[in-house]
T-cell receptor, first 115, second 115 residues
């Protein structure tokens, strides 16, 4: 069964600092990988996705993520955080095989941005 | 929110009362999903649908039923609500086509309180 671990429950950074949110997955082959963001009181918005090819993927709002097969990781990065990035971030894994299109989500990392 | 409307947005009900939450989409997407979100648990799949009248259970389906009589509507019913079903419920949709089934778009959520 596929699973996702986000080791950091809560991260605090200063505005303008760089950010890296960690995500590790468990899956028998190369999965589909996603990062979603949730602002307070809102639904989840897709930031970026990885299906295949270039292991560094660019997303919206200046975010990027790097797929590292050897580490089973898909960490999210941003070079300079803005106060509006304060939100909860979810990593998710999907299966490219068969007819199972369910996603498995991590438990989320809450990002606080200090002025 | 990608043409997804959840209703109601907020509901307070009493234990033992039946409750139905509605998800309506205007995207004509094939797949629809119901999740619940609870602190410390992330998002957990309740039920999903892969077509009209085609549904299946997710990881936390006990106490919930679903119906999909039209492409655009996916209903989640709590036959007899319990306090443990107090949660925020999210509907998601995904399209069909290589890889697109895995890209889920989320509604704004329904906050349900069972007293």
């Amino acid at each position: 069964a596929q699973s996702v671990t986000q080791p950091d429950i809560h991260i605090t950074v200063s505005e303008g600092a760089s950010l890296e949110l960690r995500c590790n997955y468990s899956y028998g082959a190369t999965p589909y990988l996603f990062w979603y963001v949730q602002s307070p009181g809102q639904g989840l918005q897709l930031l970026l996705k990885y299906f295949s090819g270039d292991t560094l993927v660019q997303g919206i709002k200046g975010f990027e993520a790097e797929f590292k097969r050897s580490q089973s990781s898909f960490n999210l990065r941003k070079p300079s955080v803005h106060w509006s990035d304060a939100a909860e971030y979810f990593c998710a894994v999907g299966s490219p095989r068969g007819s199972n299109y369910k996603l498995t989500f991590g438990k989320g990392t809450l990002l606080t941005v200090n002025p | 929110d990608a043409g997804i409307t959840q209703s109601p947005r907020h509901k307070v009900t009493e234990t033992g009362t039946p409750v139905t939450l509605r998800c309506h989409q205007t995207e004509n997407h094939r797949y629809m999903y119901w999740y619940r979100q609870d602190p410390g648990h992330g998002l957990r799949l309740i039920h999903y649908s892969y077509g009209v009248k085609d549904t299946d259970k997710g990881e936390v389906s006990d106490g919930y039923s679903v119906s999909r009589s039209k492409t655009e509507d996916f209903l989640l019913t709590l036959e007899s609500a319990t306090s443990s079903q107090t949660s925020v419920y999210f509907c998601a949709i995904s399209d069909s086509g290589t890889g697109r089934e895995n890209i889920q778009y989320f509604g704004a959520g329904t906050r349900l309180s069972v007293l």
